[in-house]
């Protein structure tokens, strides 16, 4: 089992800053892959990106260049620094974890076993 919260979410103004974490606990965290969705009111959820557990990035076509995914395996942490948030990123931003595997298989929603509760993120225009 692997439990996952996620913090940082608040509002902010178009063209702001802000880094999501993403805080896991108990069992090998660099084992697995990780991943950041978000869903906005009455769409689904959609992934934004992901970090595989050796590293590699894979990003949404709407985020890359502005969104970086990090990871921190002694501190069990992910990260998603965000930059020039637009209104339309506003969200609740949802990390989740699986198993090591394809990075074709990152973006896939049903992939993930392990889901944080989310972090909602505003972005004001």
């Known amino acids: 089992q692997v439990q996952l919260v996620e913090s940082g979410g608040r509002l902010v103004q178009a063209g702001d800053s802000l880094r999501l974490s993403c805080a896991a606990s108990?069992?090998?965290?660099?084992?697995?892959?990780m991943g950041w969705f978000r869903q906005a009111p009455g769409k689904e959820r959609e992934f934004v990106g992901g970090?595989?557990?050796?590293?590699?990035?894979l990003y949404a076509d709407s985020v890359k260049g502005r969104f970086t995914i990090s990871r921190d395996n002694a501190k069990q942490t992910a990260y998603l620094q965000m930059h020039s948030l637009k209104p339309e990123d506003t969200a609740v931003y949802y990390c989740?974890?699986?198993?090591?595997?394809?990075?074709?298989?990152?973006?896939?929603?049903?992939?993930?076993?392990?889901w944080g509760q989310g972090t909602q993120v505003t972005v004001s225009s």
């Open positions: 108990g069992r090998t965290f660099s084992s697995y892959d």
């Open positions: 970090i595989s557990w050796i590293g590699s990035t």
């Open positions: 989740a974890a699986k198993g090591p595997g394809t990075m074709a298989l990152i973006r896939m929603v049903g992939r993930y076993d392990y």
